[in-house]
């Protein structure tokens, strides 16, 4: 392999931009898989001299990163499996009594809890199955349901270091710790999920109305059918729970991030080994193969060496370097244009790649504002994040939890259209950016 200097030849900057504007090309149209798109993009990036490993992770991001990554996902994977939030929404149902209204209401706070502590798009794939048999048997639309899961989710998500993929490329970016991270965002999720539910209310409390005899449909339900064997969920819920403390307390305890999550991920699987190992027992090697590829090993390899070469090839330091000259060096207005910029960005454009590429460009701002003495990046961080989240719930497009949701709903006919969506949620959107705004202004900078 080519060695790089931090010095490159004008070639190289450009050749970094082509490959991930090419992948992130086929990423959206995903007419190929997208972890042999990554891995074909890492390998051409590595074969161009674009990125060396060693000095390349070292500089960028770390092997500790895909770890967290990957354990991640098996942990999201694993909760799922057994069926505890599918079981808790079936009880909401219930304990509302099938009033549309509080479902929706409350469904959207479920999914927003259980995005901040597992996985958005997990949520939203337990959630949406539900909502649709909410919404046909209760002869309503499914959009007032969706649409508030959907953007919970999505700022659910971007309170923890755990809740989406951006979020948690971003927290290891950024060295930070789980507490410190949510401590910062927590509150300002909160504040933009409550003003989610009251938009909801407001806009649809009219609409959600159905007759007795339909309630009493839905209410046939039993929540104890979505959950799995005992001595799969008992045992799984514990160790979700010992890894959601050792997370929070890992600043504390001095512990990393990413082995807590591997020791986590390794328990589950351990518990739940039947439905690990049963395609490799039934000799279907093609589902174990895309179990492999489903877990992101190699998707976010792939794509940490591109968003790394476009680092190491001097475009995150350009970018930074216009950013700074714009800002003139202020941190207040450099987050508030991080925070804008993240949103417009986040509405368009899929949610990891977009945090990959725009870390590189952060973790460049951030040596140089600490060079200079000016002060902490650490505002930068969380205006990234906080961005790319309220930038996902504004469309179907950006984030795997809305095209999950919209997937799901086609598949049945629900009559859930993106330009309805868009109608509800893009002015949503736009005032809890300025709402953001306002927080990051009056409370974190």
């Known amino acids: 392999m080519t060695d790089v200097t931090r010095d490159p030849a004008m070639w190289q900057p450009i050749c970094a931009l082509l490959i991930f504007a090419a992948a992130y090309v086929l990423f959206v149209i995903e007419k190929w898989n997208r972890s042999l798109v990554a891995l074909g993009g890492a390998l051409l990036a590595l074969a161009l001299g674009l990125f060396p490993l060693k000095a390349g992770f070292a500089s960028y991001f770390s092997g500790q990163l895909l770890l967290l990554l990957v354990s991640m996902y098996v942990i999201s994977v694993c909760l799922h499996q057994t069926g505890l939030l599918a079981a808790a929404a079936s009880a909401i149902v219930r304990k509302t009594r099938a009033r549309p209204m509080a479902i929706a209401l409350w469904l959207s706070l479920l999914a927003a809890l259980g995005a901040a502590l597992t996985d958005a798009l997990v949520v939203i794939a337990a959630l949406t199955p539900l909502s649709l048999e909410t919404a046909k048997r209760l002869r309503l639309s499914p ?3 969706l649409v508030g899961q959907i953007m919970s989710a999505c700022i659910g998500g971007g309170a ?12 290891a970016a950024a060295s930070g710790s789980f507490l410190h991270y949510a401590a910062a965002l927590a509150p300002l999720m909160a504040l933009l999920l409550l003003i989610v539910l009251l938009a909801v209310r407001l806009l649809y409390g009219r609409k959600l109305l159905a007759s ?11 929540p104890h059918d979505q959950l799995a064997e005992r001595s799969v969920t008992l045992p799984s819920l514990l160790i979700g729970l010992l890894v959601l403390a050792a997370l929070l307390l890992s600043g504390w305890l001095g512990w990393q991030a990413a082995y807590i999550a591997a020791a986590g991920a390794a328990a589950l699987a351990a518990v739940q080994y039947r439905e690990w190992l049963a395609p490799l027992r039934s000799r279907d090697y093609r589902t174990a193969l895309r179990t492999v590829s489903d877990s992101g090993l190699i998707f976010y390899f792939g794509l940490l060496i591109m968003a790394g070469a476009l680092g190491w090839t001097g475009v995150g330091r350009f970018l930074a370097d216009r950013a700074l000259e714009l800002s003139q060096g202020s941190v207040p207005l450099l987050s508030l244009l991080t925070l804008w910029l993240s949103t417009l960005g ?3 454009l899929e949610h990891v790649p977009l945090a990959a590429a725009a870390a590189t460009v952060v973790q460049d701002m951030g040596r140089q504002l600490q060079q200079a003495g000016i002060g902490s990046a650490d505002p930068l961080w969380w205006a990234l994040s906080a961005g790319i989240s309220l930038g996902g719930g504004a469309t179907l497009l950006s984030s795997y939890a809305g095209m999950a949701a919209a997937g799901m709903a086609s598949a049945q006919s629900a009559g859930f259209r993106h330009v309805d969506y868009v109608k509800a949620a893009l002015p949503l959107s736009l005032l809890l950016l300025l709402v953001a705004s306002l927080y990051f202004k009056l409370f974190l900078l």
Not at 165 to 170: A, E, K, L, N, Q
Not at 212 to 222: H, S, T, V, Y
């Open 346 to 348: 986040g509405a368009v």
């Open 143 to 145: 959009m007032p349901l």
């Open 212 to 222: 007795e005899a339909n309630k009493r449909e839905l209410l046939a339900l039993q």
């Open 160 to 171: 923890t270091l755990l809740g989406s993929g951006h979020s948690r490329i971003i927290g």
